[in-house]
């Protein structure tokens, strides 16, 4: 592989598996709050999204520990393309039936951000670096730590401008 796609890798993995470690716990942490985002969808039966909220939350932790500590890196590469590509099919089924105002339930701090076809695009975008960060690398050692440090460095400074730029909810226009 290109040195250039083992950097991209070992980033992607840093960048993903801080977001996803990040939304998993934050999902397990308050169940009851994504209980209610994850029923809004109206994708699931009743009785199945209790088991669908806690499945999601321990995945993306268990998938964002993986990525973060290269532990089978392939497998957690391809759950979470899978994952990525779940989630903008739920987005995409939403948007068609008009339902806008639904929130992602992507990231914590973000529950006022609501469906659009950014935030498909977006899943995608991250559906392909997810599979990117699969890829097996050059990278060994400090080297690899290090892309994998500048991608949760590029997580945190990401999810802190969004936080930081974003209107609160009484603010928006």
Known sequence: MPMILSIVSGVGSGLLGAM??????????????????????????????????????????????????HVAPST?????????GLFAAAMIVNLMRGRTELSCGCLPG?????????????????????WLAGMPGTLVGAVRLEAVASGVCLFVLGMTATLLFTPAPSEAV
């Open 20 to 69: 996803m470690l990040f939304s998993g716990i934050d999902k397990l942490r308050r169940h009851d709050d994504f209980l209610g985002t994850l029923a809004a969808y109206r994708l699931l039966p009743d009785w199945g999204v209790e088991g669908a909220a806690w499945a999601l939350g321990v995945l993306e932790t268990a998938i964002g520990a993986a990525m973060l500590l």
């Open 110 to 130: 973000l529950e006022h951000a609501r469906l659009s076809w950014g935030s498909v695009a977006r899943a995608v975008e991250f559906a392909g670096l997810s």
């Open 76 to 84: 957690a590469s391809i759950m979470s393309t899978g994952l990525f």
